[in-house]
């Protein structure tokens, strides 16, 4: 499945980018204590609302630097031959060299980290800002978004660590509405609730964002009354929605197979004179009427997309892409990807996970392989994400061999494996009946670089219990349920039932539901998404 790129949209959001990182701090952010038991996320899933916003980090004209250097900076690190150096190896480098780095480069370098999904190169680059007080003073724009890759990278705990030691001169609504992202990223309804009743009472919670934040968790929680209740009471304090509060309710409306009340949310969209439908409002319904088997209206919603593409913005032809796969029709999918190509000179590893995903989609193994090859003679950095695509198609098909050999070639190509390469071989494993072998495989997908924020798919775990049942092999199935018993793992209730572990004690507290890699909910993914990237 198409593994939905990090999305940006032109927003006006609390944690927003006009904000100016030039304020000096009351006093120098503190250091933030890991706890031991970290908490790992659930990747939403796929619909996505988009973000693309420039962003000033409060410097004026004359403080900008060519864009050659910070570029320079960010490709050292995100092409780290040894990543586990920390960014902070590549910045006193360039240091050494006599080259002074600027607040403004360093956080243009963040903003491309975290657009890219590389969260933990992105903290690094604010701890060693950190350690340099006396050089980068650091405002509440930037504890907010300190707070919201904590979270990602070390979990809610240590972020709500970080919220809690910051001086109260810098929580402020943008830092307070990185914590709620958080704990609705992770499904933590009761705090997220408590929090926003907070922002309430200060003040906080006054436009739109807070309250769009809040639709998006009743979504991915299936509370459709509660999202429609966010939206009464928006209008009743006179909250203007903006064109992504109409997207996030056009989702929640089709999540409920309601053609009929998606199409007046859309018809009321369009009476309001202060909102324009975007290019993600049609891919949302597009996503919809697939879902609903409406395949015409889907394919007239993909050519409104297609319509409203402006600038050079390369979201929307991901989505074309996959949603085009989505409804089965190739031809378009050749064709959106023939325009895509002759719009950009190149095309980011996203692009090409984004049509390989399509053609797997279509069943097109030629077009798949083919495209594979073209992506290996231009890439820069090997994805283990596009391998994952061809050797879960291998899998599927039965043919584990062919994974198996593909496993030796991305590894031959420098290609490292994640935790889902891992498992992509337990589940072929699995398949043929070999138990000691995948269990084998299980095992090295839990210490894989990134392993906190993976879990293994219910279909598999149970799988693998069914073929240690029929082989009478309790040893093998009590050494997976051991990993899956780990304090990450038993917190999350929903999880631990859908592989039947739950007990009161794990299916009990939503406070300490976390976030999950799986593709589980995937009409939601881009409207988080788009939260997300507006800190």
């Not at 980011?348 to 073209?374: C, F, P, Q």
């Not at 040893?475 to 018993?485: F, I, T």
Request: glycine share 6%.
């Amino acid at each position: 499945m198409f593994v939905q790129p990090c999305l940006h949209n032109h927003y006006k959001v609390f944690l927003s980018s006009t904000l100016s990182y030039s304020q000096p701090l009351p006093c120098k952010i503190p250091t933030y204590t890991l706890h031991q038991q970290t908490v790992n996320y659930q990747t939403l899933p796929t619909i996505r609302c988009s973000l693309s916003q420039v962003h000033s980090y409060g410097t004026v004209d004359y403080e900008r630097r060519p864009m050659i250097k910070w570029n320079a900076i960010f490709r050292k690190i995100s092409l780290m031959e040894k990543p586990e150096l920390g960014s902070a190896s590549v910045l006193n480098e360039w240091e050494k060299g006599g080259r002074k780095l600027t607040k403004w480069e360093l956080c243009r370098v963040v903003k491309e980290l975290r657009k890219f999904r590389r969260y933990k190169q992105a903290l690094e680059l604010y701890d060693w800002m950190n350690n340099r007080g006396e050089r980068f003073r650091l405002s509440a724009s930037d504890a907010a978004i300190q707070l919201d890759l904590i979270a990602k990278v070390h979990g809610v705990a240590s972020a709500e660590d970080f919220f809690l030691n910051l001086p109260d001169t810098l929580k402020d609504r943008r830092v307070y509405g990185s914590l709620l992202n958080a704990y609705v990223r992770a499904k933590m309804r009761g705090n997220a609730e408590l929090l926003i009743d907070k922002m309430r009472d200060k003040g906080y919670a006054m436009h739109s964002l807070p309250f769009n934040v809040m639709m998006t968790l009743y979504m991915n929680l299936k509370e459709y009354d509660k999202v429609d209740s966010v939206v009464s009471e928006m209008k009743e304090r006179g909250i203007r929605l903006d064109v992504y509060s109409y997207n996030i309710w056009l989702s929640s409306c089709g999540s409920q197979g309601s053609a009929e009340k998606m199409e007046q949310v859309f018809e009321q969209m369009k009476m309001d004179k202060g909102v324009n439908p975007n290019w993600t409002t049609f891919s949302t319904m597009a996503t919809m009427y697939i879902k609903m088997g409406e395949i015409e209206k889907a394919e007239e919603c993909l050519r409104r997309v297609e319509s409203r593409i402006t600038g050079r913005d390369r979201i929307p032809y991901h989505y074309l892409l996959s949603l085009y796969g989505g409804v089965a029709n190739k031809d378009e999918v050749y064709r959106v990807w023939k325009i895509y190509k002759s719009v950009f000179p190149s095309i980011t590893n996203l692009g090409y996970h984004a049509m390989i995903s399509s053609l797997v989609r279509l069943g097109d193994i030629e077009g798949m392989e083919k495209i594979y090859e073209e992506w290996l003679s231009v890439k820069s950095s090997y994805d283990p994400r596009i391998a994952n695509l061809l050797m879960g198609w291998y899998v599927k098909e039965g043919n584990l061999d062919k994974a198996e050999v593909f496993f030796k070639h991305m590894i031959e190509e420098g290609g490292k494996p994640n935790s889902s390469t891992w498992e992509i071989l337990a589940e072929g494993n699995t398949r043929e009946k070999r138990i000691r072998e995948a269990l084998s495989f299980f095992k090295e997908a839990f210490v894989a670089e990134g392993s906190k924020s993976w879990r293994p798919k219910p279909v598999n775990v149970l799988a693998f219990f069914k073929l240690c049942e029929e082989e009478s092999d309790t040893e093998s199935k009590d050494s997976l349920v051991e990993l899956l018993q780990q304090p990450g793992y038993r917190r999350e209730g929903d999880y631990m039932l859908l592989i039947g572990l739950s007990d009161k004690t794990t299916a009990s507290g939503d406070s300490n539901s976390t976030d999950n890699n799986n593709e589980s909910n995937e009409d939601s993914d881009m409207l988080l998404s788009q939260l997300q990237t507006s800190l």
